[in-house]
């Protein structure tokens, strides 16, 4: 497995910007897929982005398609997700995971998880 840890969370107005980070260690990182999702109070955890291992096929969801990006750089162990335009529906508790196959949306395609950083957007 990979030991994953989020950084980068915060308090942002509406409208700004914010950068997450993913700290991976583990020899097999780059051989996995990568992906960002997302939990907010009551609800349920849901994708946000993913990007293969190659960083060549990139996924996201309809929510934040345009004003999120995601990287990585497998050389440093990370991946990352540029936030822009931040409404205050984004304000949620954020997961790095690694995927073991599958599906990228599904949360049942990863298997490793950090331990989430939190964003909250005000109005």
């Known amino acids: 497995q990979v030991q994953l840890v989020e950084s980068g969370g915060g308090l942002v107005q509406a409208g700004g910007s914010l950068r997450l980070s993913c700290a991976a260690s583990?020899?097999?990182?780059?051989?996995?897929?990568m992906g960002w999702f997302r939990q907010a109070p009551g609800k349920e955890r849901e994708f946000v982005a993913a990007?293969?291992?190659?960083?060549?096929?990139?996924y996201y969801a309809d929510s934040v398609k345009g004003r999120f990006t995601i990287s990585r750089d497998n050389a440093k162990n990370t991946v990352d997700l540029q936030m822009n335009s931040l409404k205050p529906e984004a304000t949620a508790v954020y997961y790095c995971?690694?995927?073991?196959?599958?599906?990228?949306?599904?949360?049942?395609?990863?298997?490793?998880w950090g331990q989430g950083t939190q964003v909250t957007v005000s109005s």
């Open positions: 995971a690694a995927s073991k196959g599958g599906s990228w949306p599904l949360t049942r395609s990863y298997d490793s």
């Open positions: 583990g020899r097999t990182f780059s051989a996995h897929a």
């Open positions: 990007i293969s291992w190659t960083a060549v096929a990139k």
